[in-house]
């Protein structure tokens, strides 16, 4: 572990780019705490579900996300392909961006490293380092697919690839906090890259620059 302070390492990127595991490695590394931005909006999205609201019924979905407790974040349900689908939808109400982006930046006052979409350009536009972790649709499709195989063993790999493509184009395209790349992030294509391969250039890249 190497202590460089309460640094914030914003990672961000598309569906199933490894970003998540690559942060998660990145804050054991460097001794910072950890939040997955992805599942505050998966936690909205299973709330919705479970409460029966329509969620393009954004009123509704507005008024039920104040009540939501953050700090219940309980990994075990929330990765599977309906709350996806449904996060992806919530995430476009400004609202609901609101709120969780207090969350994000009362989370992060001792340093985080932090992944989702818009960390390094809405969240912590003055982030230490910023990173852009891409890889092909094929490549996240074949990623998501074997993990999503543990969990259902008839899982049609066209559908993941599907469902990957149709979430990338809705955070693209949406008015508010869209996926985009900061300008003064690093992109790190992953494609051919073993997750240790890639926190080995993310981690020599700090280094390098806290020397010069
Ligand atoms: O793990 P994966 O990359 O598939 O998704 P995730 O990071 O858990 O995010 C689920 C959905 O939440 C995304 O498709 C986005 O619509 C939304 N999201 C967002 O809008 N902004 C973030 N910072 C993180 C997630």
Request: charged share 30%; glycine share 4%; hydrophobic share 40%.
């Amino acid at each position: 572990m190497t202590n460089l302070g309460n640094i914030i390492i914003a990672i961000d990127g598309p569906a199933a780019s490894g970003k998540g595991t690559i942060a998660k490695k990145l804050s054991e590394y460097f001794g910072l705490p950890y939040l997955d931005s992805g599942l505050l909006y998966r936690i909205v999205a299973s709330e919705v579900i479970k409460h029966n609201i329509d969620p393009t019924k954004k009123r509704l979905v507005i008024d039920h996300v104040k009540k939501i407790n953050f700090d219940r974040i309980d990994n075990g349900s929330l990765r599977n392909d309906n709350v996806s689908h449904v996060a992806s939808i919530i995430a476009q109400y400004k609202e609901v961006r609101d709120v969780l982006l207090r969350y994000q930046r009362s989370f992060a006052l001792n340093g985080v490293v932090m992944d989702g979409r818009d960390i390094g350009t809405v969240i912590f536009p003055n982030a230490d380092y910023k990173f852009y972790i891409t890889a092909t649709l094929e490549e996240r499709t074949n990623r998501r697919f074997m993990e999503l195989l543990e969990q259902n063993s008839e899982l049609n790999r066209n559908i993941v690839k599907n469902d990957i493509n149709n979430r990338d184009q809705r955070d693209i395209m949406r008015k508010i906090a869209p996926l985009a790349k900061a300008d003064d992030a690093i992109e790190v294509d992953t494609t051919f890259m073993k997750i240790d391969d890639v926190i080995d250039f993310i981690v020599k890249y700090i280094h390098k620059d806290k020397k010069s």
